[in-house]
């Protein structure tokens, strides 16, 4: 690789990680215009052309702030959790096949399987390091929720990559060029799609946030410029997810206009999810993981194993 190839790559990577900031932006814009008319209001509308400069006055708000830290804080863990959150949760983005120009990862799934399990120590280290009861019960929740979520969740992806037959992305798009996956594994998907909602801490499995005693899990200390690192990752997430649904089971061509047409489209059923679904009981919650979908996906993984052995045959 000479310096000009080295040069390219890091360039589409901060254009790329660029992007993905002014997406989570306009999400947040997004969401709240939808929850406003799902709610029978009008969501933000007077800054800017029908409230489309929203977004960026909310960053100015929250990045001008006061810096706030508790005083019994463990101040160097409480201060730098966000900001790993966030490196974290655009770190994964890197994992994109693009044709050229980006990192080519031949072990894309290993790497977003890395990059899931590390976000777990964060949400642990921010509860914890605030020295706040109520974060710190609101990490422990936010923590029991993604580890059980996320059993099941790579689970299912191992059967897709059994399916593909390698751990590289750019094979998803070469399988599914006749036929996308979600039709021979609609189940799969919707459960996949719900787990999503879970490892994401969204609704109606968002218990991390129970505002009756809660208020706001994990990030209850944090304000300003920490609490807007802690909501970029959160929703920086959440177009990952959709990303990789999209990826998986809609055909995969992140060269295609259509692909981030689906992309958007996954992005407004998290908020529609949000806007209609009453928050789900949390013992409930543990029995629908451990007892229904890794039953179900252990199935589909085993019936996969089955059928490129028989394939092989």
């Known amino acids: 690789m000479n310096i000009m190839d080295l040069l390219l790559m890091i360039l589409s990577s901060l254009v790329m990680l660029i992007g993905v900031l002014i997406s989570v932006a306009f999400l947040t814009l997004l969401e709240r215009k939808v929850l406003g008319y799902i709610q029978f209001r009008k969501g933000p509308n007077k800054l800017g052309i029908v409230g489309l400069l929203q977004p960026f006055s909310d960053a100015i708000k929250l990045f001008s702030k006061e810096f706030f830290t508790p ?94 037959g390698d751990y590289n992305l750019m094979n998803l798009v070469n399988y599914q060029n006749m036929v996308w996956f979600i039709v021979f594994m609609m189940p799969i998907s919707l459960i996949f799609f719900s787990s999503l909602l879970a490892e994401c801490n969204r609704t109606p499995f968002d218990f991390a946030e129970g505002e009756s005693e809660l208020v706001s899990g994990f990030n209850i200390e944090y304000g300003g410029s920490e609490f807007a690192l802690v909501f970029l990752s959160e929703y920086s997430s959440i177009l990952f997810m959709s990303t990789l649904f999209s990826m998986m089971f809609l055909g995969g061509n992140v060269d295609s206009f259509m692909f981030y047409i689906k992309v958007m489209l996954l992005s407004f059923m998290f908020i529609w999810v949000r806007g209609t679904l009453p928050r789900y009981r949390y013992d409930k919650l543990m029995y629908l993981t451990w007892k229904v979908y890794l039953t179900v996906s252990l199935s589909v993984l085993l019936l996969m194993i089955n059928l490129m052995m028989l394939l092989l045959i």
């Open 71 to 164: 005083e019994y804080s463990n101040y160097l863990i409480y201060l730098f959790s966000p900001i790993f959150s966030l490196f974290v949760s655009l770190l994964v983005w890197l994992v994109m096949p693009y044709m050229f120009g980006n990192i080519y990862f031949y072990l894309g799934f290993i790497f977003i399987f890395c990059c899931l399990s590390m976000g777990v120590y964060l949400i642990m280290m921010s509860g914890w390091s605030s020295n706040s009861n109520y974060s710190m019960i609101g990490g422990m929740r936010a923590i029991a929720q993604t580890i059980s979520y996320e059993v099941s969740l790579i689970i299912m992806m191992l059967s897709v990559i059994i399916l593909i």
